[in-house]
Each structure stands twice: as structure tokens, then as C-alpha cells.
């Protein structure tokens, strides 16, 4: 107890001084960018301590962030078209949750200017308007600074004539487009903000492109060149961007979709944008196609084209699906149809929305498990009296875990109220009631594991009566220890959860309502809704923290990922399991089928493959992502890792380098290839 009292003021009185604070900047961006850099912890904080800056937290944020760019050194990529400058040695303090993972509405410096801000702002005269105009004229100083180094320091004319017209008028060239989005998008690194989607790019800018192909200022040739060099901008500082693992940076493009018109809307530039995704072969930024059984089956081909290179993208996300259970849930039809996601999957609506799509995980598991080691769950003696004491132990849990989102503060923020015009016309904060629309989101695991684990009971139990329930639960208590011929049996049963078995598909839609009407008893601090999906990044490190479970998996094991099955199972029995899945409401949080399929498979089947996802489309699947290699390729990948530099693999919402990856989601990879090579 003395002990972490005395961290606690140790870490008070270290933020409270110019040289605390960037002390403990410095000491905790390490790990961030120890990939380029050589010594350890303390060499890197005494090697860079006239670099590391982190502003006043007494000062207003808007101060702060003023200050902050004017501080921040101007170092641009190479890169053979455009500026991208960010300072990662200088940074924002924050009391509270910085609003992130989050996907900012680029129309906003497309369509209109700085410029115009400004003067919209001018005679509103309150304290918002006043802090933005401060914040516009930091801005416009930086672009200053950017003119006095000019060519000097890699900046070309081109690149600081499109910054500089971000202050004056709307875009008016693709590339004066592509420009701002970058010269916004590192400002938002810059300033603390995590996982930046990079928003519907193809409908943004198609105007732009267009107008230059036909006044010819650029030729479909450059046009592919300043996108390629716009992905390669934004892969640069990939280390130091992701969050949890190498690759999760969140930088996700948004592309094709429905609009409120009833069309499927694609154009020259969602092709453009998957062929040099797909000539690139690099794991992020990512890209994700809108997809709808509307939709043209060249463009469908195209997009499944470019998931057999083995990059994991584009992502799938069934409009026919989404936008219906967005409006369920209650979002407006006009916002529905423009959603983008999250930094994984999560739909959200950009602009006018303060909605945090992963706040906290939501273990179905929990609970169950907490159940099992109670002492009334080894006097139930029916699966109905299961279900209702599970349903008991689940509120319980709903409620410890969703209370203290319910006050949930986030950080105030002048740089996203900036970039929203809702936020804007309300003249407030985004953070603090300058949002139309703030729910909170939470992802899930272990929906199989229960699932499977109360039709082993059923089976085994109940109806078999091979085992009575205090004892099957003794023999998961020690781990299954001596017991493998059991553990295995538990583990191979079929149907299980992923199978087309009414079963099965009736017991995961009862868990899922239970969860859900809980769900709905609670409401954030500013009103807005919670909701859940049946998919997380947390597969590996919640099964850490879980023990062993009827489903014969061993204390500490992975969890299932997404919507998937544990055992072998054939993709078709797979998809048609989620198609009659209930998506609608607050289950609307991400719902995503993951499965693996081998190169070979693929290519003798393309068409297969093809008329699979259309007909997955039209039957009602959320989202769908797939990993395109061979468990051979992935052994030997991690045995020899020098031999596969550039082995890319999708790993929850994001691809990453093989090689980047720790060694515990290698394995899963692994075991699910062997996994779907048996059932193909």
C-alpha cells in the first residue's frame, strides 16, 4: 500500500514540471519508437531531452494545442508527392479518455476551407468560436512556417500551394485533395489521437478526379501514382501509430456503399483504390468495401481479387445488413447511409457523431464461469434452470462492467470540433455536447465458448447422464487434468457454435437477446445508448484471463475469433449460420465472419467463392473478412522468418506483417488454417 502511494505522488510531482512531464513523455513513447531506434529506455530519454515536449496542462486546451504546433519541428517523409510532417517527440497531457478510434469527415476540408470557418465563426463572439479561430490561426501559422523552409526541407511548391489553400477556398484539384486530407491527418497523430479512419475517400473525392481527367491536369497514370504515394505517406510511421500490435493504426479507407436513393454508388476511383491496395500488398492503410447484392459482381471480383494476394483486404461490410440495423438502433436514415467504421470494424457515423465504438470488452464467458464456480450451479438439474441463473449472472456482470462508462468523460477537444460541422453549428465541443449522436460500444468473446459449453452440459449431463454435473465441473475446475479423452470429446462436438443447426443458431439468439435487453437499461452521461457485437480483438489476451470451460478449452487458451467455429467447418455452414443471426438494435457493434481459406482453394474456386459471398450478401451477413494462406506457408513463415519478410495476414480488424506478430497469435493462425484445410 506505501508503495504505490509513494508511485502515485511520484507521478503527481513528475507532472507537474516542465521536466516531469517530459520525462515521463519520453519514457513512454519508447516502446513506440524503440523500432528505429538503437540503446535502451534511459539512453533514448537522454538522447532526445531537448526534443521531448508536452504542454502546460494548466492552460486552456486550446492553448495547449496551439502551443503545441507552434513547437512541433517540421520534418517531411520521402515521399515523391506530398507533405506529411509529424513530431512524435511532442505531445498533449490529457486528465481524462482522449476521444479517438474515431473516423473524421474529410469533406470538411474538401468541400470547404479554413477560411470559411473563420468567417462563419467571426461573429458569433462566445468562447467556442473564439478558441477556434485560435486554433485556425495555429494553423495557418504552421503552413507559414512551412513556406519560410520551402524546397529546403523536402517540401515541395506543389504540396505547400495545396496546404495553403486549405485557408482560402474549397479543393480544386485531386491532388490539392489528397493534400489536406494528409496535412489534417497528421495533426490528429500529432495531438494524441489513436486509430484515425481515413473516411469514404472514393465518394469525397471522385468530383476532384474527375474534373482534373477531363480538363487534363492529370492523367488516370498520375492519378494512380499520387495514390500510391498517398498509401505509402501514410504507412511510413506504421510502427509508432499502431496500438495494441504492429499494424492496428486503425487507417481505414472507406469504399463504394448504398445510398438513401436505394443505388449501389461506386466510381473510377474504388477500383483505383483497391488495384494499388492490392499492387502495394501493404498491411495498412487498409481498405474496406461497402458492399451490397446490388452491387456489380466485376466490382464484388475485383475486390475478392485482391483478398487472394494474402493482404486481408478490402474488408467486407454488407450494407443490406448495416444500414437497416443502424436505423434500428436509432440513428437517422440520411446519417445510416454514410457510415464508415472504427478502427476495426465498429460502424459509426462520421462528423456528427461522439460515439466510442470499443470503451471496454464484453466477455460472455465471464459470468458463466463465475456461475459454474458458485454454489448453486452444482444443484441445477435442468438446462432451463441453467439458462436462467446464467441470465442472473450475466445482469450482474452487465452492471459491474457498463456503470462506469455511464459518466464516462472524454478529454475536450478543439481539433475534432474543428473538423465537425455539427459540432460547429452547436458552437460546443464535440466531447461536450457538440455531437448529435454519443452511444458507447463494447466488443465481445466467448459467445462459442458458452454456447458449446451448455450443449455439452445438455448433452452429457442431462440427457446422457455420463457424468453428474458436480462432478463434470470438478474435472474443468482441475483444468482437465488426466482427463484429455474427455477434454477432447468436449472440444469435437457437433453441431457446434457456427453450425447451421437450429440448435445451436436459437441457443447464440437467446444469449444474444439476454445481452442485450441489459444493455438497454443503461444510458451514458449525455444519454446516449451502449451496444455490443459479436466480435473483438481480445480473443488471445481474454482467454488468458479465463479458465478452463466445458467447451474443453484449457484455462488461459484462446477464445474463438469473431464469428467463427473452433473446429473444422465448411465455410457455406459457416456463412448460413450468421445469415440467421439478429443484428438489428444495440447488437449493431460489429458483427464480423473470419475464416481461412488456402491459396490453392481459392484459385480453383474462385467463382465458387465468388457466388458465396453474393449469395452471403443477399442471405443477411454483418461484415466478412477473410485470411487467404496455407498453414505450410504460416509454419514455415514462423520457423524461417527471414525467408518471409513480407507475409502479410489479417489478425481482428487489421493486417499485419506475419513476422510482426507475437508468437500466441502466430499459433492461432495456424491451428485455424489446419483447422479450415480439413474441412475443404
Excluded at 154 to 173: M, Q, T, W, Y
Aim: hydrophobic share 40%; aromatic share 10%; with cysteine.
Amino acid at each position: 500500500m506505501l508503495k504505490r502511494m509513494v508511485k502515485k505522488i511520484l507521478r503527481k510531482m513528475l507532472g507537474l514540471t516542465k521536466e516531469g512531464r517530459n520525462l515521463r513523455y519520453g519514457c513512454s513513447i519508447y516502446s513506440k519508437m524503440k523500432y528505429n531506434c538503437e540503446g535502451s529506455k534511459a539512453a533514448f530519454v537522454i538522447r532526445n531531452r531537448y526534443r521531448l515536449w508536452v504542454a502546460d496542462p494548466r492552460k486552456s486546451k486550446v492553448t495547449q494545442l496551439a502551443s503545441l504546433i507552434q513547437k512541433i519541428e517540421i520534418e517531411p517523409i520521402e515521399n515523391d508527392s506530398f507533405f506529411y510532417s509529424i513530431d512524435w517527440f511532442k505531445t498533449l497531457p490529457s486528465k481524462n479518455i482522449i476521444f479517438d478510434n474515431y473516423t473524421v469527415d474529410y469533406r470538411n476540408v474538401i468541400n470547404s476551407s479554413l477560411g470559411e470557418k473563420k468567417r462563419f465563426l467571426i461573429n458569433k463572439e462566445n468562447d467556442f468560436s473564439e478558441d477556434m479561430i485560435k486554433l485556425i490561426n495555429a494553423l495557418h501559422d504552421y503552413y507559414v512556417r512551412m513556406c519560410n523552409l520551402g524546397s529546403n526541407n523536402r517540401i515541395c511548391d506543389k504540396s505547400i500551394n495545396a496546404v495553403g489553400s486549405l485557408f482560402e477556398r474549397p479543393a480544386h484539384s485531386f491532388f490539392e485533395g489528397l493534400q489536406r486530407i494528409l496535412f489534417v491527418n497528421q495533426f490528429l497523430w500529432q495531438t494524441g489521437h489513436r486509430l484515425n479512419g481515413l473516411g469514404h475517400l472514393d465518394w469525397i473525392l471522385i468530383e476532384l478526379y474527375r474534373n482534373d481527367i477531363k480538363e487534363k491536369r492529370m492523367t488516370e497514370k498520375q492519378a494512380h501514382k499520387y495514390i500510391k504515394d498517398f498509401f505509402q505517406a501514410l504507412h511510413v510511421y506504421f510502427h509508432i501509430k499502431s496500438n495494441v500490435l504492429l499494424g492496428d493504426t486503425g487507417q481505414i479507407i472507406i469504399l463504394g456503399g448504398m445510398t438513401e436513393e436505394g443505388k449501389y454508388t461506386y466510381n473510377e476511383l474504388t477500383e483505383l483504390f483497391i488495384k494499388v491496395s492490392m499492387e502495394l500488398k501493404l498491411p495498412d492503410p487498409k481498405v474496406l468495401l461497402r458492399c451490397s447484392y446490388k452491387m456489380p459482381d466485376e466490382l464484388l471480383g475485383l475486390a475478392l481479387k485482391c483478398i487472394s494476394t494474402g493482404i486481408g483486404a478490402p474488408f467486407i461490410s454488407n450494407d443490406d445488413a448495416v444500414i437497416p440495423a443502424l436505423i434500428s438502433y436509432g440513428y437517422d436514415a440520411a446519417d445510416a447511409y454514410k457510415y464508415a467504421t472504427a478502427a476495426c470494424w465498429e460502424p459509426l457515423i462520421p462528423d456528427c457523431s461522439c460515439d466510442q465504438c470499443n470503451v471496454a470488452l464484453f466477455n460472455f464467458a465471464a459470468p458463466f464461469m463465475e456461475m459454474a464456480n458458485s454454489p448453486e450451479f452444482n444443484n441445477v438439474d435442468s438446462i432451463y434452470e441453467l439458462l436462467d441463473i446464467y441470465c442472473k449472472y450475466l445482469s450482474q456482470y452487465t452492471e459491474k462492467l457498463l456503470k462506469p462508462f455511464v459518466a464516462l468523460q472524454f478529454e475536450e477537444d478543439p481539433l475534432l470540433s474543428l473538423l465537425s460541422d455539427t459540432a460547429m453549428e452547436k458552437q460546443q465541443d464535440i466531447t461536450q455536447g457538440g455531437a448529435k449522436y454519443q452511444n458507447l460500444g463494447l466488443t465481445s468473446v466467448g459467445m462459442g465458448t458458452v454456447v458449446n459449453s451448455i450443449l455439452n452440459i445438455r448433452d452429457i449431463v442431462f440427457k446422457q447422464q455420463r457424468y453428474a454435473l458436480q462432478e463434470l465441473n470438478a474435472i474443468r475446475q482441475r483444468n482437465f487434468e488426466k482427463d484429455e479423452v474427455l477434454r477432447l470429446h468436449l472440444k469435437k462436438r457437433m453441431p457446434c457454435y457456427g453450425c447451421d443447426d437450429i440448435e445451436v443458431i436459437n441457443l447464440t439468439k437467446q444469449i444474444m437477446d439476454m445481452a442485450s435487453k441489459e444493455f438497454d437499461k443503461y444510458r451514458t452521461k449525455s444519454g446516449g445508448r451502449f451496444k455490443l457485437g459479436l466480435s473483438a480483438p481480445s480473443y488471445v489476451d481474454a482467454g488468458k484471463d479465463t479458465e478452463a470451460s466445458f467447451d474443453g478449452r484449457k484455462s488461459g487458451e484462446p477464445f474463438s475469433v469473431h464469428i467463427s467455429a473452433s473446429n473444422a467447418l465448411p465455410t457455406t455452414e459457416l456463412l448460413h449460420f450468421a445469415m440467421q443471426l439478429d443484428y438489428t438494435d444495440n447488437r449493431v457493434n460489429g458483427n464480423v465472419i473470419d475464416f481461412i481459406v488456402s491459396p490453392d482453394a481459392l484459385n480453383k474456386n474462385f467463382n465458387k467463392y465468388l457466388l458465396l459471398l453474393k449469395a452471403g450478401l443477399k442471405g443477411g451477413i454483418f461484415q466478412l473478412q477473410m485470411n487467404v494462406v496455407s498453414s505450410d506457408t504460416l509454419i514455415a513463415a514462423r520457423t524461417n522468418p527471414e525467408m518471409f519478410p513480407d507475409l502479410v495476414v489479417r489478425v481482428w480488424g487489421f493486417s499485419a506483417y506475419f513476422n510482426d506478430l507475437p508468437d500466441e497469435y502466430k499459433q492461432v493462425l495456424i491451428e485455424r488454417a489446419l483447422e479450415s484445410e480439413k474441412a475443404s
